[in-house]
């Protein structure tokens, strides 16, 4: 019998896992959605470069905690965010949970 906690679909496991490959397209997709979602609530104008790195965790869909290089609009140059977004893929739903500057 498997033990529960070796199962990543354990739900009750919960636990973060590196994203192995940071460079698959499906993760710019969603910086970009979080991004753009930030923009419209925000009144803002970041402009998304590329996905530095990032974790993800199995809940019933997957929560992505990505952090970013993101061009704030204003020419002073890169700066690094944190994005954390809920997605359920084969229900064609994103849910951005937050957006912060990091440095």
């Not at 992505?64 to 290089?69: A, G, P, T």
Request: aromatic share 10%; net charge negative; proline share 3%.
């Amino acid at each position: 019998m498997e033990n529960e906690e070796d199962n990543d679909d354990f739900v009750g496991g919960c636990e973060w896992k590196p994203i192995e490959d940071i460079k698959d397209p499906s993760l710019e997709v969603i910086a970009k959605f979080a991004i753009s979602e930030y923009n419209k609530h925000k009144d803002s104008r970041l402009n998304f470069q590329t996905v530095v790195s990032g974790d993800k965790q199995l809940v019933g869909g997957i929560n992505y905690r990505l952090v970013l290089n993101v061009n704030d609009g204003c020419n002073e140059g890169i700066k690094i965010y944190e994005v954390e977004l809920f997605e359920q893929a084969w229900n064609d739903y994103r849910d951005l949970i937050y957006v912060k500057p990091i440095n």
